[in-house]
């Protein structure tokens, strides 16, 4: 079996409320996956059960752990940053090296030194002498020094410029990311990586809505622009969203053919923002 | 393996750099009193009948010996009273700090169980500090006899025998060793009931850890009338790890002499009334307790 992450019926409850009911799902080695969902989603929920960072019912395995009760063996093969990960603000770069080389078994301290040095992250700074942006280049260089099967990427980038995100991002695939790992990322902003992911998950109140590759999504999917007489024949093909732009009418179909489009308008496969917002607001109905 | 958990204290000793810094701190401030008071005796010359640690031709032996051991109880208590604290504050400190300053998901994302991470801040509560502290009343003794000697020899004395050889030092010493660290497993409960606090508390360690402690025995005190808890745990005072606990009989009713026998300090420490005190074993289940459920706290908690 190739999948690293096995998932079935899990379902993490906060008293009354479900954060993550009853979720079922697979991630196959060498995928870049998304996990996409408006804020209380349970998103974080979700990753924190991967990561056995909380307990939860049905049957939960990440490369063959329990995560929960196996979570020293789990992070020898996973790395995780969270924005709510932070580092320690007191702790020097040289000791936090020093201490993850001792804790680490596929940690390469040659790695980290060699990514350090493209950045002005010095070894004898102290944590809370870097700016927000350098503590983020630290934390993936250590990271990207670690020889693991699964990343986890929880809102990497959250308040980060441009152009640290834009960096973080190129890093990650040409640097990092090779067929045997495995990626699973949430973040608010889905165009950023929308282009990087290979899967697509979403999840709305506990729930996945959508679980599906990238490349199925656009045979799955199409967006229609039309006006006038188009936009009345593509209406009655059952449109599961519709807005309005420059006067024409924008509609997304789940499911049918681009062949019934012809001569109706233009033609797009949709983006994941849009195909989020029109599957979340379905949801709601 | 022990790479492994020699990371995880060396952690401690990155994160508290008062565990260090306290000792040296002390160290620094008898010296300096020390050195403060040589220079007052020697300006009184011969009518002080009291040369500190002696001047050949003032002091007896045994007043030197007195003297001597007068000093070395001394500093050593000033660094188990501070290292007192100290542990108590660490404990505190310990498990609170990663989760004020956020990092814990950080530490959490690296191959260590909660239980590793927990003991690793007992052991070095129970083992570390006592160890750094006994360290320093060593370096602390070795720093001061040296500047004595040199005042000792200024004043033409032999400072070999004056000073080195008129009290047994490895006694003294190993006895400092077992002093403290029979002192911290005996203060346990108190070490693991901070741990578990320090695991536990959202805000206000301190307070949360000391209110119990007031409040119980006055709850008592009311409604049941009695102080058991008063007695059991504030009455934790005593080390019951000497032969008598009347330091003031050490010394001879004539001041500054101390008797033949009791000049090892090794002599009035016995290990085996120490070993069979149920207090101590019922304390190291109490502590174990408090562990246990600090380590749970950890893992099961999930307020980042």
Redesign the interface.
Known sequence: MTSLVNARGVSKKFGAVRAVDNVSFEIEKGKILGLIGPNGAGKTTLL?AV?G???CEGDLSVLGFDPFRQ??????NI????D?????????VS?IL???E????NFSRARVEELLLQTNVRSNAKVKELSKGMVTQL?LSIIMAIDAKLLVLDEPTLGLDILFRKEFYANLLNDYFDEERTILITTHQVEEIENLLTDVMFINDGKILLDSSMDALSDTYVEVMASGEGAQKARGLGPIAETEMFGKSVMLFEGVSREHFEGLGEIRIPSVTDLFVAKIKEARK | MINHYAALIKREFWEHRSIWITPVAISTIVTLGVLTMLMFVSGFAKELDLAIFGAQNIASDNERQAALTGFFLGTSWVFLLALGFLTGFYCLDSLYAERKDKSILFWRSLPVTDAETVISKLMTALVVIPIVAVLGIIATHIINLIVTSIWVASKGGNAGTLIWGSVPLLDNWAAAFIVTLAGAVWMSPFIGWFLFISAYAKRMPLLLAFMPIFVIPMLEGIFLRSSVFAETVLGRGGLPLFRSMDFDAMFEEEQWRVSEDVASLLNHIDIVKFLTTPSLWAGIIVCGLFVTAAIYVRRYRDDS
């Open positions: 924190k990561l960072l909380t307990d979570r020293k063996q789990l992070m020898q790395c995780f940053i969270a709510v990960a932070v580092l320690p603000r007191w702790i020097k000791q020093d201490y993850v001792a804790i680490h078994p934390h």
